[in-house]
């Protein structure tokens, strides 16, 4: 009794996937070098299987052009819906964008060798007038002049057409 349970088991199982019982997710084909690859992401639909939002949120290292960081820096791009999406620059043009925001990032520090990012983020934002901004947010660990620690956070607005700087703002707490 307990083989033929398990034969109706593994039966059904072989014809839901050949009928399509649980469809597979869009396929991203966006990556970006040295933080994320096209099998990080993650991709949320709604009901009628259209996507709804694309999320990458894993650790990176990036020691390679920032020995002074943490082994393990947060990186995420939340919720960004489809319009979104297509605004995202060219692989190689949104790590020089991020490489740049964190550059800006450690020369804005009073004392740059203890500049240790845990966190950066990309989202868009509601600009001036009908276009969005891309926003590329570093939080980040320095010490100041004296060598007391502290968190700051960089804020690096970009035209999502020209992939241009347009405002940036370090803040401390």
């Known amino acids: 009794m307990k083989k033929v349970f398990l034969l109706a088991i593994l039966a059904t199982v072989s014809i839901a996937s050949f009928t399509g019982c649980g469809k597979s997710k869009p396929e991203v084909n966006y990556e970006c070098s040295g933080y994320f690859t096209k099998d990080d992401w993650k991709v949320t639909l709604d009901k009628s299987d259209s996507v709804m939002f694309y999320d990458v949120e ?24 489809k319009d979104d999406f297509s605004k ?44 969005r901004i891309m926003l590329i947010k570093t939080d ?26 347009i405002k940036e703002s370090i803040m401390g707490d």
């Not at 290292?61 to 960004?80: H, V």
């Not at 520090?109 to 009908?130: H, Q, R, V």
């Not at 980040?140 to 700087?165: C, I, M, R, V």
């Open 58 to 81: 894993k650790n990176i290292s990036l020691r390679k052009d920032f020995p002074s960081s943490t082994d393990s820096t947060k990186f995420k791009i939340s919720f960004l819906n």
């Open 88 to 131: 995202l620059p060219p692989g190689d043009e949104l790590r020089l964008m991020l490489y740049r925001s964190l550059l800006s990032s450690k020369s804005g520090c009073k004392n740059e060798g203890t500049f240790k990012p845990y966190e950066i983020s990309i989202s868009f934002l509601e600009g001036d007038s009908t276009d």
């Open 140 to 165: 980040f660990f320095a010490s100041n002049a004296y060598g007391t620690p502290g968190e700051l956070t960089g804020y690096f607005q970009y035209d999502p057409k020209t992939y241009k700087l």
